[in-house]
Nanobody, 127 residues
Framework: QVQLVESGGGSVQAGGSLRLSCAAS????????MGWFRQAPGKEREGVAK????????YYADSVKGRFTISRDNTNNTLYLQMNSLKPEDTAMYYC????????????????????WGKGTLVTVSS
């Protein structure tokens, strides 16, 4: 089992940057594909980025490509999301999530299917 705790959210003006972190518990973090998802008020949750166990492959929603970067540190059990050129439409609660490597290929940013979720960190971007 994996427990996830996000941090790094806050308020920023459009064009600014934030770096989200997700601390994972347990000594099997390296066996999990990880992802970032977000949910804006009144909208459905959407996938933002996904990264494989070793970090070799990453996937992004079209809306964040070229602006956001997902990365992971398997030594310190931490997932990151570097967000640059932020826009008001990026305002949302951001969640990190994990799925075991055996089921990683079944999970896409659109389909969901992640197994463990954090409680989220709020990002607010003002114009």
């Amino acid at each position: 089992q994996v427990q996830l705790v996000e941090s790094g959210g806050g308020s920023v003006q459009a064009g600014g940057s934030l770096r989200l972190s997700c601390a994972a518990s347990g000594n099997t973090y390296k066996d999990y594909c990880m992802g970032w998802f977000r949910q804006a008020p009144g909208k459905e949750r959407e996938g933002v980025a996904k990264i494989t166990t070793g970090g070799a492959s990453t996937y992004y929603a079209d809306s964040v490509k070229g602006r956001f970067t997902i990365s992971r540190d398997n030594t310190n059990n931490t997932l990151y999301l570097q967000m640059n050129s932020l826009k008001p439409e990026d305002t949302a609660m951001y969640y990190c999530a994990a799925v075991h490597v055996l089921r990683c290929r079944l999970v896409t940013l659109a389909s969901g299917g992640m197994e463990y979720w954090g409680k989220g960190t709020l990002v607010t971007v003002s114009s």
